[in-house]
């Protein structure tokens, strides 16, 4: 594995990634950056969520961005507000010590008129979800003819969360780009519908392994129990935690509200986050979480999308999710930036060779705790 350095980032930005504790490129970075940096044609990356492909992307928009000129020259589009703002706050500390390289990040939910204030100033990268991009572009808040890089991420929870329609349109309105850049963790048919109508006929495809991409700091176990022993289960690790901080994954919205009543009436400070919240209920739930108000939250899967909370001790799976990508995207809210973390899933007897699927798949092993 080769250095920032050798992968061509110069010094100043990799000042910001040190303070970030980055310093040393995953497989994603290792094999995106030098071909975005010296081709920076068209490219398709298959990697989870969690191998860092926001530096992956992130790192070579900033260098090929010119400071000096006040266009709109990156777009990144991310399905949810949450990872759209995730991104915008990475883009910003890797800029820490580098010349100033102006970010905008446009959400719904926000406030409309503010957004179209900012987009008065010098704005060089766009980082945006679909329905919010095409509104302020139609009432011409912003242009993106100016732009050079187009970046999709999450490709494929986009298209799930029907934004087809919307995505033609950004291809469309972008056609003066030099390059698209579509990161996806899972490369549906829909997806091949999109890359053949807008994108160069010979993309450079990159896929990153499943069994590379499981953080190792994370200590994987499983229980044993009925469904109707879980909520008991839950509470007493939970007694133990003191001070440690965690999230309990549910694969239901009404699983998620059900879990929650039962903690809080043993006396638990939980909150949850599931798909039914308005944003303003969600931003209230997510900001008691990061300011420690909430020592546990209880998330479903797609409310879950861009949890980026620094210092949670573990994860537990009340249920496992559908997909073995969630499982990583779950476990990965845990054991970051070189800490350790414990992922605990609770599993009725029958689920067993579940346990050994997720192994076999991620190249992990797991433990059982009794």
């Given at each position: 594995m080769k250095t920032f350095k050798e992968l061509g980032i110069p010094a100043n930005l990799m000042q910001g990634l040190q303070e970030l504790g980055i310093i040393h490129?995953?497989?994603?970075?290792?094999?995106?950056?030098?071909?975005?940096?010296?081709?920076?044609?068209d490219l398709i990356a298959q990697a989870q969520t969690g191998t860092g492909k926001t530096a992956a992307f992130g790192l070579p928009l900033l260098i090929k961005v010119n400071p000096k000129s006040p266009d709109i020259q990156g777009l990144i589009v991310a399905p949810t507000r949450e990872l759209a703002k995730q991104i915008g706050k990475q883009l910003f500390r890797y800029t820490k010590f580098s010349e100033k390289i102006f970010v905008e990040v446009l959400c719904g939910g926000d406030n409309f008129d503010k957004q179209v204030a900012a987009l008065q100033r010098p704005t060089h990268i766009v980082v945006?979800?679909?329905?919010?991009?095409?509104?302020?572009?139609?009432?011409k808040a912003l242009t993106l003819i100016h732009v050079k890089h187009l970046i999709l991420d999450e490709a494929d929870e986009m298209l799930s969360m029907g934004f087809k329609k919307e995505l033609v349109k950004i291809f469309g309105l972008t056609r003066a780009r030099k390059s698209t850049w579509l990161f996806s963790a899972t490369i549906p048919d829909a997806i091949h519908g999109?890359?053949?109508d807008c994108m160069s006929e010979k993309p450079h495809l990159l896929k990153i392994d499943k069994a590379h991409v499981v953080n190792r700091d994370i200590d994987h176990q499983f229980k044993i129990c009925s469904r109707d022993e879980k909520t008991d289960v839950i509470a007493n690790f939970l007694k133990r935690q003191q001070d440690n901080r965690g999230?309990?994954?549910?694969?239901?919205?009404?699983?998620?509200?059900i879990l929650g009543k039962q903690l809080t009436t043993k006396g638990f400070p939980v909150d949850v986050l599931q798909g039914d919240l308005t944003q303003k209920e969600r931003d209230t739930v997510m900001r008691s979480f990061k300011k420690e108000r909430t020592q546990f939250l209880i998330a479903t899967d797609v409310a879950a999308r861009g949890i980026d909370v620094e210092g949670l001790s573990f994860v537990i799976h009340h249920q496992l999710p559908e997909q073995v990508e969630y499982y990583t995207h779950r476990s990965g809210r845990t054991a970051r930036a070189g800490k350790k973390g414990i992922s605990i899933t609770l599993i009725e007897?029958?689920?067993?060779?579940?346990?050994?699927?997720?192994?076999?798949?991620?190249?992990?092993?797991?433990s059982e705790v009794h």
């Open positions: 490129p995953t497989e994603i970075q290792d094999k995106a950056i030098p071909f975005l940096l010296e081709n920076g044609g945006a979800t679909p329905g919010r991009l095409l509104d302020l572009f139609q009432k999109l890359i053949k999230v309990i994954f549910c694969r239901t919205k009404a699983g998620a509200i007897p029958r689920e067993r060779p579940k346990i050994t699927k997720l192994e076999n798949d991620l190249g992990l092993s797991f």
